[in-house]
């Protein structure tokens, strides 16, 4: 298959770009570990097409993103991120820049999903002394949890937000892969999908939460994932999950309407959640919650960005935009911190950082590696939900979140650091 006009095709020899200019004098000559202009060296040049800042990564992993890096439209390269880890369709934690083609399966079947937090006015002296517990309850009765849990009926808030939905490219194709999906903006899911009342290092209340585009993003991915397949059909690839559209063909526009439809719904879908939560804060505190600062961001998606003076559709699996200045949320596991951050702006890291702590082991070994009365010792202090549905989500079944954010310094600025109080799953 060939990209009209363009650099690359998929039946012949491929090069990597070559090592010029401003990508040049930051990288520096594989395995001198040299720091130039001001940036930290990558922890590891693997090759001139995947750039590692994970000081923990292993060989499965390795190996799968060097499949990805291989691919012919990838310019310049694959950035690994401090939390990468084995995943579906690519490595997670894995930021990706393509020329020409876009992976579908890269991005995945969680379209957007992402983080929002909201600095209150509230301080712990406000906490002190209620049942946390309480407001545990009153948050989980107001956002339907777990998978495939949606409303009920269309709240007025959320009314507003799904006629913004019905206007935009994409509707049609979301109508098609599920019409119930007004009911479903408001719900967290299931898995890491969290709502957390948190305190940061000066005692401030913060509202944090992560969830991304429901059953209808991941309908929308998981057709577009399919038709990229079919089109790859008969073509070598390194991965299956590697398939491809192409640039300037219909089947690449309809998934990019796709895509930017399901994107802005996870925003809207997290900004539903944080409204129900903060309004459950208002009464569990009998003050109503102001909003002194507000922070989100996606972590898995793709955008049109310039780096390295090359325009690309970047896409970031498992990982945050970075630009220097920017705001953004980096996430541990449950019972450890998580973390406000402010992007760096690193060329190299594609202006990207991690997304959380990354998982250390899957779900069926954390269940065999971890016990229930454990699990309660880590969340002691913490109102949660108590059940052995979390074990696979217990903290060691993650990367440390200290490690991570040790292999990101040259990538952000920690600003804030806060410890859960609250904490809300859906099994």
Avoid at 52 to 76: D, G, K, N, Y
Avoid at 177 to 198: C, D, K, M, R, T
Avoid at 286 to 293: D, F, H, I, L, S
Avoid at 320 to 329: E, F, N
């Amino acid at each position: 298959m060939e990209q009209h006009g363009g650099s690359w095709h998929s039946g012949g020899g491929r090069s990597a770009p070559p090592r010029t200019g401003v990508r040049a004098s930051l990288l520096g000559t594989p395995g001198t570990g040299k720091r130039s202009a001001g940036y930290g060296a990558p922890v590891e040049t693997i090759n001139d097409r995947l750039l590692s800042w994970a000081s923990i990564l292993e060989p499965t992993t390795r190996l799968q993103a060097e499949r990805t890096a291989s691919m012919p439209f990838v310019r310049p390269h694959v950035a690994l991120m401090p939390d990468a880890h084995l995943g579906k369709g690519a490595t997670v934690g894995s930021v990706i820049p393509t020329d020409g083609a876009v992976i579908p399966a890269a991005v995945g079947v969680d379209i957007g999903c992402g983080m929002d937090a909201v600095r209150t006015q509230f301080a712990a002296a406000d906490l002190a002394g209620r049942d946390l517990s309480a407001l545990h309850q009153q948050i989980a009765r107001a956002v339907p949890l777990s998978a495939g849990r949606y409303n009920r009926r269309l709240r007025d808030s959320a009314a507003a937000r799904v006629a913004e939905l019905r206007e935009l490219p994409g509707a049609a194709q979301a109508d098609g892969a599920a019409p119930n999906w007004p009911l479903q903006l408001g719900s967290l899911g299931s898995g890491n999908h969290f709502i957390e009342v948190s305190l940061d290092e000066t005692d401030r209340v913060w509202l944090f939460l992560h969830s991304g585009s429901r059953g209808v993003g991941n309908r929308l991915a998981s057709k577009h994932i399919a038709v990229a397949q079919e089109r790859c059909r008969g073509e070598h690839l390194p991965d299956r999950d590697l398939a491809y559209l192409v640039e300037g063909t219909p089947e690449f526009d309809a998934y990019v309407e796709a895509l930017l439809w399901a994107q802005r719904f996870a925003a809207l879908n997290r900004a539903e959640m944080v409204d129900r939560v903060a309004e459950q804060v208002s009464r569990f505190l009998g003050t109503e919650v102001q909003r002194v600062q507000e922070v989100s961001c996606h972590h898995n998606y793709t955008a049109r960005e310039t780096h390295l003076g090359r325009e690309v559709w970047l896409s970031r699996k498992g990982a945050i935009s970075a630009q220097a200045g920017q705001w953004g949320l980096v996430p541990g596991s449950m019972g450890t911190a998580s973390y406000v951050v402010v992007g760096r702006g690193h060329p190299l890291a594609l202006m990207s950082a991690p997304h959380g702590a990354g998982r250390n082991h899957s779900r069926g070994a954390a269940r065999r590696l971890f016990t229930r009365a454990d699990l309660d010792r880590r969340m002691a202090g913490i109102a949660w939900g108590r059940s052995d549905a979390f074990l696979d989500e217990h903290p060691e079944a993650y990367k440390a979140i200290e490690v991570v954010m040790a292999d990101a310094a040259d990538l952000v600025e920690v600003r804030h650091t806060l410890r859960q109080v609250v904490n809300v799953k859906g099994d």
